[in-house]
Structures are given as structure tokens and as C-alpha cells.
């Protein structure tokens, strides 16, 4: 089967430094990525996603990285906000009927 | 649109005592799934579906029955509450078989008691 594994359950930025979240996977087959955030008592928004035939995707001041070959994601967030504190969780889909496994999820905190 | 909503926002139930969590989405998504979220972990997948009057059993589905006798609709029942099934349940819908990206809804709190 395929597990996710964030490196860091929390991180805390200062408002205009870059963030950067990591995340694990295990299963070398798997096909697509997505992050998503999560403020508090919300469900997960959508940020950005990737397949597996791409190593960058960018989107408005969000960048996810993969590298395949270690079989590592990554969210790079620049010119951090406060209104990007929330819980950030990557999900992979390691394929059939577009079922995603998520990690536990990266808290960050964003400080003036 | 309202996109994914849920009902109810918030539950308490006693052991032992039953209850259904409705998700609805007005997308016109084929796909529609169950998550549960406890505290410092992902979303666990329950039970899904690929189309009305189809169901599958997720990660975690012990103790959880599902239906999808329309579209825009699907039903979480959970017949004998249990304390291990307080947390929060999301319901989440997308497109179809080429779409991955998942739509959430804003969940539901459960408290068994």
C-alpha cells in the first residue's frame, strides 16, 4: 500500500520569509499529488497539484516540487502571509478510483 | 453554488445509539467519499462511491454503512455508536475517473458518549 509522511508536524515563519513544507511517500507508483490547506473548523481547500510525468508546477505564489526518485514533495509558499497559517496536508494517489492518501499534516504559523 | 455541504455541523450521541451524516453537492461530480480526521492525523478514507447506486469499502470502514441512491447524495449511517468513532467526518466529491482534485465539505463534529 502506499503511506505519506510529513517531516515536520509544525513550522513557524516570519510574515515575508518563503516556507517550505515537506512530505513522504512510499509507493513508487503512484501517479498524483496534491496539497491542501485546512484552517481551523474548515474542510481542506485546494492549493495545487501534480502528476507524475512533472517535477514543478507553479501557481500564485505556491510551488510544489517532485522528485521522484527519492520519492519526495514538497510546497514552497513565498512571501509568507498570516492568512496562510493553517494545517498543510499533502495527499498522494497511488491510483484506482482516484483515492488519495493523506498525511498527518504541517501547522504553520506565520508571525509578524 | 453551495459545492459539498454537510448535515449536521455537530452531533452528540449516547453508546449504542444511531445516526446519519448527509453530504450533498449540487457539481454534478460522479465520485463522492467519506474521510474521518482525529487529532494530529490525514483523513482516513471510509467508504466511497463512483456513481449512484454504487458503494466501496475505504481504509477505515468498520462500524460505517454507506448509500447512494442519488448522485448528489451520500448517506454515512452508523448504527451502534461507539466513543472510538468521535471525530470529525468530512465528505468530499470529484469529478470523474480523469479528475483527482476533491472537493470538501466543512464537516461534521461527532461526540460519542
Known amino acids: 500500500g502506499e503511506s505519506v509522511g510529513l517531516h515536520l508536524p509544525t513550522l513557524s515563519v516570519q510574515e515575508g520569509d518563503n516556507s517550505i513544507i515537506n512530505c513522504a511517500y512510499s509507493n513508487s507508483a503512484s501517479d498524483y499529488f496534491i496539497w491542501y490547506k485546512q484552517e481551523s473548523g474548515k474542510g481542506p481547500q485546494f492549493i495545487i497539484d501534480i502528476r507524475s510525468n512533472m517535477d514543478k508546477r507553479q501557481g500564485q505564489r505556491v510551488t510544489v516540487l517532485l522528485n521522484k526518485t527519492v520519492k519526495h514533495l514538497s510546497l514552497q509558499i513565498a512571501a509568507t502571509q498570516p492568512g496562510d497559517s493553517a494545517v498543510y496536508f499533502c495527499a498522494v494517489s497511488p491510483g484506482g478510483y482516484n483515492k488519495l492518501i493523506f498525511g498527518a499534516g504541517t501547522r504553520l504559523a506565520v508571525h509578524p | 453554488n453551495a459545492g459539498v455541504t454537510q448535515t449536521p455541523k455537530f452531533r452528540v450521541l449516547k453508546t449504542g445509539q444511531s445516526m446519519t451524516l448527509l453530504c450533498a453537492q449540487d457539481?454534478?461530480?460522479?465520485?463522492m467519499y467519506w474521510y474521518r480526521q482525529d487529532p494530529g492525523m490525514g483523513l482516513r478514507l471510509i467508504h466511497y462511491s463512483v456513481g449512484e447506486g454504487t458503494t466501496a469499502k475505504g481504509e477505515v470502514p468498520d462500524g460505517y454503512n454507506v448509500s447512494r441512491l442519488k448522485k448528489q447524495n451520500f448517506l454515512l449511517g452508523l448504527e451502534s455508536a461507539a466513543p472510538s468513532q468521535t471525530s470529525v467526518y468530512f465528505c468530499?466529491?470529484?469529478?470523474?475517473?480523469?479528475?483527482?482534485?476533491?472537493?470538501f465539505g466543512p464537516g461534521t463534529r461527532l461526540t460519542v458518549t
Open positions: 468530499a466529491s470529484s469529478l470523474n475517473s480523469e479528475s483527482y482534485e476533491q472537493y
Open positions: 457539481m454534478n461530480h460522479e465520485y
